[in-house]
T-cell receptor, first 110, second 115 residues
Framework: GENVEQHPSTLSVQEGDSAVIKCTYSDSASNYFPWYKQELGKGPQLIIDIRSNVGEKKDQRIAVTLNKTAKHFSLHITETQPEDSAVYFCASLLNYQLIWGAGTKLIIKP | KAGVTQTPRYLIKTRGQQVTLSCSPISGHRSVSWYQQTPGQGLQFLFEYFSETQRNKGNFPGRFSGRQFSNSRSEMNVSTLELGDSALYLC??????????????FGAGSRLTVL
């Protein structure tokens, strides 16, 4: 079955710097890749997603890139701010079921 | 517009007991899915309900069950609790269609501790 690996598990960056989180998936039939952000005490919330017919998508300071050949996708956050501190989850969709990565705890240092 | 409401938010049980968790989806959302979240394991899919029918099921033992009512509210039940069942249980709703193919709106979760 599908497997999603997410790295790193913890990422600490200086405020204002960029952060990159990477995920790899195993089944080439996966066709939808969302990213969710989970703040302390809350449920995850979708921040950006990408479909398999697109290579890159941007939304202000957030971007996602997809490399179908290599079967990996990445979340890029530029000009990080304190409110970016959270746990980020990637996922891939296969057969109408989302398979989730283990999460990345992003720490923004002042 | 009210979000996804999960009750109770926190609960403590002992091994062997059972527990029932409740989820009220966003008004108009007909699909409800449940996830178990444990540290380092991400989100593990439990099951999805749509129009009172279980449409998809994850790889969990039969001790985990659920149901959905005609008003789309959903409950999940865990019987014969084990220490390893301690986790945050998240519910998510989507308007229609397969939950995985749509944006999930999550509740804040029910944190279960099994002693």
């Amino acid at each position: 079955g599908e497997n999603v690996e997410q790295h790193p598990s913890t990422l600490s960056v200086q405020e204002g710097d960029s952060a990159v989180i990477k995920c790899t998936y195993s089944d080439s039939a996966s066709n939808y890749f969302p990213w969710y952000k989970q703040e302390l005490g809350k449920g995850p919330q979708l921040i950006i997603d990408i479909r398999s017919n697109v290579g890159e998508k941007k939304d202000q300071r957030i971007a996602v890139t997809l490399n179908k050949t290599a079967k990996h996708f990445s979340l890029h956050i530029t000009e990080t701010q304190p409110e970016d501190s959270a746990v980020y989850f990637c996922a891939s969709l296969l057969n109408y079921q989302l398979i989730w990565g283990a999460g990345t705890k992003l720490i923004i240092k002042p | 517009k009210a979000g996804v409401t999960q009750t109770p938010r926190y609960l403590i049980k002992t091994r062997g007991q059972q527990v029932t968790l409740s989820c009220s989806p966003i008004s108009g959302h007909r699909s409800v899915s449940w996830y178990q979240q444990t540290p380092g394991q991400g989100l593990q899919f439990l099951f999805e309900y749509f129009s009172e029918t279980q449409r998809n099921k994850g790889n969990f033992p039969g001790r985990f069950s659920g149901r959905q009512f005609s008003n789309s509210r959903s409950e999940m039940n865990v019987s014969t609790l084990e220490l390893g069942d301690s986790a945050l249980y998240l519910c998510a709703s989507t308007p229609q269609g397969a939950a995985g193919a749509n944006v999930l709106t999550f509740g804040a979760g029910s944190r279960l501790t099994v002693l």
